[in-house]
């Protein structure tokens, strides 16, 4: 029985179906990856943020008769209260603020999906109605998406990439509210929040 060696014809062929494959496989997982890094860094920002004058909530819940409220993070500072909701989605993002329903376009198609400004103001009209004594307190909206994301939004509100987050809140550095009005906001969110140790969780599908 002979031996088969691999020829120079036997291994342009080869690399010919194992290359193309092998660029393709590298793409995705560095398309894949640049969002995970994103969404890494931000949720590090907002750990980083956590201090004197800013306190992070992470999901934070609010029960309502229709469900549980909720944002990606809920920032409450000295200076505001920055209600920030977070996506993976990658391609086109059309809407308006005024609109029920946004666009999202990719290379599989198109589909409708929730204005997420409005799941921002459903949390902020249950946190108003959660914390009668801070109804003073008008949130900062933020919606945020991954680099490769194009966003094509109408709209007053921030609607913006995650990179651009701690930004829009380091951006507002003017004294708001005070110091104990900020930290007792806080801790009675805190003590409103339901995900600590909820079963149940209303999520807006943004994907």
Same mark, same amino acid.
């Given at each position: ?6 020829? &120079? ?17 590298? &793409?995705?997982?560095? =398309? *894949?990856?640049?969002?995970?890094? #994103?969404?890494?860094?931000?949720? /590090?920002?907002?750990? !980083?943020? %956590?201090?004197?004058?800013? %306190? ?9 008769? @229709? ?5 990606? =993070?809920?920032?409450? /500072?000295?200076?505001?209260?920055? *209600? ?11 809407? /308006?603020?005024? &609109? ?5 376009? !990719? +290379?599989?198609?198109? +589909?409708?999906? #929730?204005?997420?400004?409005? +799941?921002?103001?459903?949390?902020? +009209? ?30 007053? @509100?921030?609607?913006? =990439? *995650? ?7 380091? %951006?507002? !550095?003017? @004294?708001?509210? %005070?110091?104990? @009005? ?8 805190? =003590?409103?929040?339901? !995900? /600590? ?11």
């Amino acid at each position: 029985m002979g031996i088969w060696r691999m020829g &120079a014809s036997d291994l342009a062929g080869f690399l010919n179906i194992f290359m193309p494959l092998l660029m393709v496989a590298v &793409a995705v997982v560095l =398309y *894949l990856w640049r969002g995970w890094t #994103e969404r890494t860094a931000l949720q /590090s920002a907002m750990k !980083n943020l %956590s201090g004197n004058e800013y %306190s992070v909530l992470e999901h934070p819940g609010i029960r309502t008769p @229709q469900g549980v409220m909720t944002v990606d =993070y809920a920032v409450v /500072s000295v200076y505001g209260i920055f *209600l920030v909701v977070t996506s993976d989605f990658k391609g086109r993002v059309t809407g /308006s603020e005024e &609109a029920s329903e946004w666009t999202l376009s !990719n +290379r599989r198609g198109s +589909r409708p999906v #929730e204005n997420p400004l409005l +799941r921002v103001d459903a949390f902020a +009209r249950a946190m108003r109605r959660a914390l009668p004594n801070y109804r003073f307190a008008r949130p900062v909206a933020i919606v945020a998406y991954p680099a490769r994301a194009i966003l094509n939004v109408r709209s007053t @509100q921030h609607v913006t =990439y *995650l990179s651009k987050v701690m930004d829009i809140i380091g %951006s507002h !550095n003017v @004294q708001t509210i %005070s110091f104990s @009005q900020a930290s007792g906001m806080a801790s009675a969110l805190r =003590y409103a929040d339901v !995900n /600590s140790g909820a079963d149940e969780v209303v999520l807006s599908d943004m994907m």
